[in-house]
């Protein structure tokens, strides 16, 4: 069957990971239940994944962020490849998947619990800025490095400032928080959050890029094919929290 889905794959229709018959991949986060599809791994290093079973009161299983509003320990780590048609192009792109549990510092309480809606937003916010607001604040202290003058345009992370940049959606009975980052001269990473207690949540960061080619070229469709299969694999995503 794969094959044939190939047959009809283009540069312009992608063929992307299969869902319907990928296995199932599930974890134990002290009782609550995670579990989603996941086709095998197409990268060429091994699939990185942490046990089943993980305390997620152990904070020396977390690493703690230099900002000390939280900590995060690594779940998953694997992707997918992107083809056109036999005997055409190979692998146009691909899109890598990296699975994290964040966990709330006990000393940050500038929110009171990540099941309010208006607590995640302040909490993803704050995220956001500690990951990608800090990569543009270093690149001003090193202007002096550069080549050529900063461009904000061109060279700052773009990444939310307010809340009206994260979309909240129901999908399977979970709610989840998403947005992009993006550099301009670079690709659109695509995020989704969801809380499973007061103190912790759920991070899918899908990372696509381009082999061999600009990725955002006209004559090919690999933006929309990594679309696709981003929303495809959060609808195979189950959470059971009790």
Known sequence: MRWLKRLKASKLNPMGPDFSTAPWIDFDLSGRKLKFRCPHNEMSGPVQRHSKKINIYQDEDFEHWNNETGMSVDLLSTG???WDRPYGEGAL????????LHRRD????????????????QWLLAYADGVWGVLNRDLDERAELKVRPIIPEKD???????????????????QWYSYT???????????????????????????????????????HDL????ERTVHEFIENVHIKLD
């Open 106 to 121: 006990p000393h940050y309480r500038k929110i009171d619990s990540m099941l309010n809606q208006k607590d995640m937003e």
């Open 223 to 226: 933006d929309g094919a990594v």
């Open 156 to 174: 700052y992370w773009r990444y939310p400032g307010s809340s009206t940049d994260i979309k909240s959606i129901f999908i399977n009975n979970i």
């Open 93 to 100: 792109g691909y899109l890598l998947l990296e699975l994290r």
């Open 181 to 219: 980052a993006e550099l301009p001269s670079s690709t659109k990473w695509r995020l989704f959050h969801t809380p499973i207690s007061e103190d912790h949540e759920l991070t899918f960061s899908f990372i696509p890029s381009a082999i061999g080619r600009n990725y955002y070229k006209d004559d």
């Open 80 to 82: 997918w490849k992107f």
